[in-house]
């Protein structure tokens, strides 16, 4: 397919982007211990440059850090002696002809006393944000203009250490956004009140760096069109800010939306649907002569095309999507979509509180670390037992190295425990998943063994170099009184449809994405079901709001949902659920029971692999059971590092042998 609007040049103000692709600003926690620029940092912004994006926009840069931090880390604009790093990034990034802004920041009431010190934290006004639950002190009137100038020469820094432009953080509940939104700027001075002087700080920083940088540089704002927050920023508003900014000179807009009290509108998890944020683009694009940039869960290059084609927006924003694959561009525009590793909205990148790091992309924030894959020069062959996501990616390494690969796979599909997903909208993501190593087995010349269960003899015909061992999870079986009747039965057996389930009375007992999926799933089929949602470790991975969400729908559904409680015992035709409070116990008549528990290990191989063979490597589910992260994880780290530890363990044995 021809991408005609997507690598067709850009403008934003007087500046010419070689494409229609931006790399939003996204926190990274690499800056250094005193927000400095780091050398990882650089060579994770170089990586995406590298990979064809337009424009960059580097995450949010602290113009006060010692009020206005969003992170322990964060970067800094603050003072002059951070120009040299900044300017060092410019340069990296401008070697690939793309272009490269620094976003603006300061988090106001979405600070916290952690952060500074124990100092409260500021804010327009002192109306308190649920999520941090710190009351603010309110701004002084000098406080404001203040921060204006700091925010001006933040600008001015930026310029200087040859930085293409500034975005000013105005959207997702930060300081900006507090001036804007009637429900967090309730100020009786200049700069609160009317539209007018809730405009008035924003407005003030553009016409200052304007004044201090040119009328040229360019600036550019990021909103937050709907907080979905109770009396915040609407689209009604929004577009009446966007009409105003447009009038004093910006240079451009991007459309986000939500705050800390709505934060998985920032931060979307695999429940939302590929574009959703995008009509909040097309209603600023509505009102304004300047470029809008859209973002949201964009993924697929056609996707994106068709969003510029009926012109949706100006210009297409891949956060997370860039973390996943840092080549999106480079590869659209070489006709190789089968081989972008799309993001699957797992939000593993929101938990780390390290640095960024990516499920299915292992080098996201390690890129100096993983630099480069060395190919070994001679042919050894490889076994890789299981086609789940971790036995895929290490045999994708290994190829990449120059080894010969062999899978095998009892199933008659790739994926493992990712088939399992059956809710449509996370189901396209985990197919996203599986489609990408596919191909990737294909283009790499894995030889895949379907509907093969490896035995020894197989592998030996191989004369492996190592073998990998990727065999999976099983479901986990609580210790509970009645796991072994006759209606008890696990998940997979509901997934796999290895049962028929029609109206019947079915107890569900577990928690987590596949819990909550085959519950609905249940439901759906038009039984009465009841979810007992006690906690497990694959539950405590999804993100409180995405819990919250899961639990409403399945309320919707007519699922009965159970919270608090433990199953003391299952009988022939109910449940003992008992209030881990009161000890009170209640029984609920069902004719079914499912357990999803979660997984444990399934390595039923590696005791009698190991006589056989010198290397054996167990990786994924089988060596850490629970998440695509450590499945894939698992994968690249051993395929990547096989010949160390090889040497490793001969260096070993040799010295057993001489002592």
């Known amino acids: 397919m021809k991408y005609n609007h997507l690598f067709e040049n850009g403008r934003i103000g007087n500046l010419v982007l070689k494409n229609r692709i931006v790399m939003p600003a996204m926190g990274t926690n690499l800056a250094g211990p005193n927000g400095e620029i780091t050398d990882h940092q650089i060579a994770y912004y170089e990586e995406r440059a590298r990979g064809g994006t337009g424009l960059i926009i580097v995450e949010f840069t602290s113009i006060e850090y010692e009020l206005g931090k969003g992170t322990m880390n964060q970067l800094r604009i603050d003072e ?46 002192p109306v308190t944000c649920a999520a941090v639950g710190e009351e603010p002190r309110e701004l002084t009137t000098a406080e404001v203009k203040d921060l204006v100038n700091k925010f001006v020469m933040g600008a001015f820094r ?79 508003l929004s577009k009446e800010i966007s009409r105003y900014l447009e009038k004093i000179g910006v240079d451009g ?79 659209t525009l070489e006709g190789r979509e089968k081989e972008i590793r799309k993001c699957i909205c797992c939000l593993h990148c929101t938990r780390s509180l390290a640095h960024v790091q990516c499920s299915v992309n292992v080098r996201a924030g390690r890129e100096l670390e993983f630099n480069e894959i060395k190919p070994i020069g001679e042919k050894r062959n490889v076994a890789v ?44 993501k985990m197919n996203w998943m599986i489609d990408y190593h596919r191909n990737e087995m294909e283009r790499l010349h894995v030889d895949v063994r379907l509907n093969t269960e490896a035995s020894v003899e197989m592998i030996k015909s191989l004369e492996p170099y190592a073998v990998f061992l990727a065999t999976g999870a099983k479901p986990i079986i609580p210790d509970i009184e009645g796991n ?69 729908r399945l309320k919707k559904a007519n699922v009965e949902i159970f919270e608090g409680q433990k199953v003391a015992k299952i009988l022939a035709n109910s449940i003992i659920v008992e209030d881990e409070l009161s000890a009170l116990q209640l029984e609920l008549e069902v004719d079914h029971v499912v357990l999803s528990m979660g997984t444990e290990a399934y390595n039923p191989l590696e005791e009698s692999y190991r006589k056989h063979f010198h290397n ?3 990786i994924g589910d089988a060596n850490n059971p629970g998440s695509i992260t450590n499945a894939i994880k698992d994968g690249f780290e051993k395929a990547f590092v096989i010949e160390s530890l090889v040497l490793k363990k001969d260096a070993v044995e040799e010295l057993v042998e001489t002592i």
């Open 484 to 552: 072994d009747l006759t209606n008890v039965c696990d998940y997979e057996d509901v997934l796999l449809e290895r049962k028929a389930f029609r109206n019947k009375r079915i107890a569900v007992i577990g928690s987590g994405m596949v819990c909550y999926s085959v519950t609905r799933q249940l439901a759906a089929m038009g039984n009465n079901v009841t979810l007992v949602d006690i906690p497990t470790t694959t539950g405590e991975k999804v993100s409180a709001p995405t819990r919250l969400m899961l639990l409403n």
């Open 158 to 236: 930026c310029k200087i250490s040859g930085i293409d432009g500034v975005e000013l953080h105005g959207a997702h509940g930060y300081l900006i956004n507090q001036f804007l939104s009637p429900n967090t700027n309730v100020r009786t001075d200049e700069y609160g009140g009317s539209f007018e002087n809730r405009m008035r700080f924003l407005e003030e920083i553009v016409v200052g760096i304007k004044e201090k940088c040119g009328e040229d540089y360019p600036v550019t704002v990021r909103l937050s069109v709907d907080e979905f927050d109770e009396g915040g920023q609407d689209v009604k």
């Open 80 to 125: 002059g002696r951070f120009i040299p790093g900044i300017h060092r990034l410019a340069n990296a990034v401008h070697k690939y002809d793309a272009k490269i802004f620094v976003q603006l920041h300061h988090a106001g009431r979405e600070s916290n006393s952690q952060l500074t010190g124990g100092k409260q934290i500021v804010a327009p006004s």
């Open 253 to 331: 807009l991007h459309a986000s939306a939500g705050n800390y009290n709505s934060m998985d509108k920032i931060i979307e998890s695999m429940l939302f649907e590929q574009g959703w944020r995008v009509y909040l683009a097309e209603e600023i694009k509505k009102e304004v002569n300047i470029p809008v940039i859209t973002v949201g869960v964009i993924r697929e290059p056609e996707f994106a095309e068709n969003i510029l084609s009926k012109g949706r927006a100006d210009f297409i924003a891949l956060g997370r999507g860039h973390i996943a694959d840092p080549e999106w561009a480079k590869k």
């Open 385 to 428: 037992v299981g086609g789940g996501p971790g036995g895929m990616e290490a045999a994708r390494v290994l190829s990449l190295k120059g080894y010969d690969v062999t899978i095998f796979e009892k199933d008659n599909k790739l994926g493992g425990q990712l088939n399992l997903v059956t809710s449509p909208i996370p189901k396209e």
């Open 616 to 618: 054996v490597y167990v």
